[in-house]
């Protein structure tokens, strides 16, 4: 009977285990978030090759058609460009002209597409509304329109359901070299694919009006692709086009003309780098940290460097290149490769200290660019309708003034485009076999979403942990002691704790609905006419302290105040923060991991250290002085202003920093609709 007695009494092993992590939450936190540090240092020694999982791209199967011939042809638009542009006068109108016209001695269906700038500025009620949320400029700039040239081939073994787009940015106002090379690279690919056989994907070549910027023509060119607008847009007046040619006029649609879902998209760019050797330069990142699928840029590293001979290079952060820290941690990770091959030598964890350091700074700079939420090119505007899409930057280390280097350039540069139209033209479906979520250490290394979230989930893994502890403690329910209380004061206790937690909870509440109007104050602000960065980021300040000062007069008792609060109200109060900023990171892990991943790092320990200042001053314990050096410096580290400001000041010097930086910067945010400009106000009233 006994016996019986006391298994009946004997509690589930998870509970038990829930309460031994209560019990030592403090040991749980300190052991999560090291582990959770050391994950994200470890990522590069993680990265694995990259390889196309999808069979049917087969990049290099063919030989490359692409030859001479086109190559002069494109010489002669380079050349007749060039002679438009040394009289500026009529140049903007007449270049649009040739484009349109080689385009149609090609058997292309040839359009022209009008379009308005359009301003990318915040609006509370157009934020995360889609990619067609840009305001329209006033009556007053209505005037103000560019031009884009759409050229289109109708695939001879195709149904006219998908399609391909080439896409080259190009000033006809300014002109230059750069953009007539890319226009040039995108007309010999587009010449050669008038003439095959084989294709089954109709070929969309898009010479995008980049005087108002690249990315404003390509997203206007896809918004009305996607969502046609019946309005005197459409229309275009044929004197813009003049060349002197009825008959080719007549050929020019000055409306939108279709074709299919598009399957990939290329957007193709040229640029002169002083370095040894020429590259390619490829650009992936687009909004809120969205990516084109890997094997998009696996087809075209394995054509750049095992057909073309060009060298592929993604962005970096060069000021870690140099970062003694950095080399320290790449020497530590090869001596424990060294010694783990040694234990087992089917373990491959080696990496040299150099590869290190160079995926560690391309790590970096891809988790930033993710992260931050602005697209690094024109490909942006494709993945908000689920295109996939990259730009290709092709950097030179001479100008082309001899006609056979330029030949030669222009020669390996189509082959690579034509050779990955032709991978992708051998889809029957839309990419989705490789990774959509993913970290680049190098053009053919990266690190998955399996193993980078990993660190993001030991890094916030002792929040609830944590929150529990702490709601557990103030309803004096040691974990480890067992006391019996009568079943009348349990529930008057436990009323009592409801009380006190709901007040807590209204007090989040409250600090969050400020977060709400501070997030809202820069539209208002930006309102204000000819006011400078630095005058408006202050005007922030001041309307942010005096809007809280008025929330906390109006929705707060005086009492509630968490400095006047008892030890046990004011760990009540903590955890609901904790509990409410776990709940925070959850969801933005589903708009912007990478945004997560980041604010996980600079954040938690913040979180979790949190504790009244004054507390510790009257404590005067050596314990207390150091939780309260430790919260001011972890506070002033997740600040985002003091965070954007050392970084900034690490990357380009202190020397020319000034107050009005963070707005342009948070201004940028808004504008892209980044959802890291909301998680930077989550992380400013967090603390």
């Excluded at 030669?408 to 990774?435: A, C, M, P, T, Y």
Aim: aromatic letters at 10%; a neutral charge; proline letters at 4%.
């Amino acid at each position: 009977m006994a016996e019986t007695e006391v298994s009946k009494k004997r509690k589930r092993p998870i509970v038990r285990l829930a309460v031994l992590l209560l019990s030592h939450s403090v040991l749980v936190s300190v052991i999560c978030c090291t582990a959770g540090v050391f994950g994200l240092l470890l990522l590069p020694v993680l990265a694995k090759n990259t390889y196309i999982s999808e069979n049917a791209l087969m990049p290099g199967s063919a030989s490359s058609m692409l030859s001479n011939q086109e190559v002069s042809e494109a010489n002669k638009l380079i050349k007749e460009l060039n002679n438009l542009h040394s009289n500026p006068l009529g140049a903007t109108t007449e270049s649009h002209g040739i484009i349109a016209k080689y385009m149609s001695n090609l058997g292309a269906q040839v359009n022209n597409h009008k379009f308005h700038p359009q301003l990318n500025q915040f609006h509370p009620l157009h934020f995360f509304s889609g990619p067609d949320s840009g305001v329209m400029q006033e009556n007053s700039t209505r005037s103000l329109y560019g031009i884009n040239t759409v050229g289109i081939i109708r695939a001879p073994r195709g149904d006219g359901k998908e399609a391909i787009v080439l896409v080259t940015p190009y000033n006809a106002v300014k002109g230059g070299v750069r953009e007539a090379l890319s226009l040039a690279i995108a007309y010999s690919v587009f010449s050669l694919l008038t003439r095959v056989t084989w294709l089954a994907k109709d070929i969309i070549w898009l010479v995008a009006d980049s005087q108002y910027g690249e990315y404003a023509p390509v997203a206007a060119w896809l918004r009305d692709y996607h969502t046609p607008a019946f309005s005197n847009l459409d229309s275009l007046n044929t004197e813009t086009c003049h060349v002197g040619n009825n008959n080719f006029e007549s050929k020019i649609s000055y409306g939108i003309r279709r074709s299919g879902t598009m399957a990939a998209a290329l957007v193709l760019g040229v640029a002169y780098r002083n370095e040894n050797e020429d590259t390619l330069g490829i650009y992936a990142e687009a909004s809120n940290g969205q990516m084109p699928n890997l094997d998009l840029i696996n087809i075209v590293h394995y054509l750049a460097v095992h057909r073309q001979g060009l060298p592929v290079k993604v962005e970096q952060f060069h000021w870690l290149l140099n970062s003694k820290w950095v080399k320290s941690l790449g020497e530590v990770f090869e001596s424990l490769g060294k010694m783990v091959k040694t234990l087992n030598p089917d373990w491959k964890l080696g990496i040299s200290a150099a590869d290190y350091v160079e995926g560690a700074a391309t790590l970096a700079s891809s988790l930033y660019h993710q992260a931050l939420g602005v697209p690094t090119g024109p490909h942006g505007a494709f993945r908000d309708y689920q295109v996939d899409a990259i730009t290709l930057e092709f950097s030179l280390r001479i100008s082309f003034d001899r006609l056979d280097r330029r030949n030669d350039f222009l020669l390996h540069g189509g082959r690579l485009i034509e050779g990955v139209i032709r991978s992708v033209n051998n889809l029957l479906e839309k990419f989705h076999q490789s990774f959509f979520l993913f970290l680049l250490t190098s053009p053919s290394k990266f690190v998955s979403v399996g193993v980078y979230m990993i660190a993001f989930a030991l890094l916030v893994a002792p929040l609830p942990v944590v929150a529990a502890s702490l709601y557990a403690k103030t309803l004096d329910l040691n974990p480890t002691s067992e006391k019996d209380n009568s079943a009348t004061s349990n529930e008057l206790g436990s009323v009592l704790q409801s009380w006190k937690w709901l007040n807590s909870v209204k007090t989040v509440f409250v600090v969050h609905f400020w977060g709400a109007i501070v997030s809202l104050l820069p539209y208002f602000i930006s309102q204000i006419p000819d006011s400078d960065p630095t005058t408006n980021f202050s005007v922030w300040i001041l309307l942010s302290i005096l809007s809280l000062e008025i929330l906390r007069w109006i929705l707060v008792s005086p009492s509630s105040h968490i400095y006047g609060l008892p030890q046990g109200e004011w760990a009540i109060l903590k955890s609901a923060t904790i509990s409410s900023f776990f709940i925070g990171l959850g969801l933005m892990s589903v708009i912007n991991f990478a945004t997560a991943e980041i604010g996980a790092l600079l954040m938690v320990p913040m979180a979790l250290m949190a504790h009244p200042l004054k507390l510790d001053v009257r404590s005067q314990s050596l314990r207390s002085i150091l939780r309260m050096i430790c919260n001011l410096v972890l506070g002033v580290i997740s600040f985002p202003p003091a965070t954007f400001f050392v970084f900034k000041g690490v990357i380009e010097g202190f020397s020319g920093i000034k107050a009005g930086d963070f707005w342009n910067w948070v201004e940028s945010l808004w504008a892209w609709n980044s959802a890291t400009y909301l998680y930077i106000d989550l992380s400013c009233i967090q603390r």
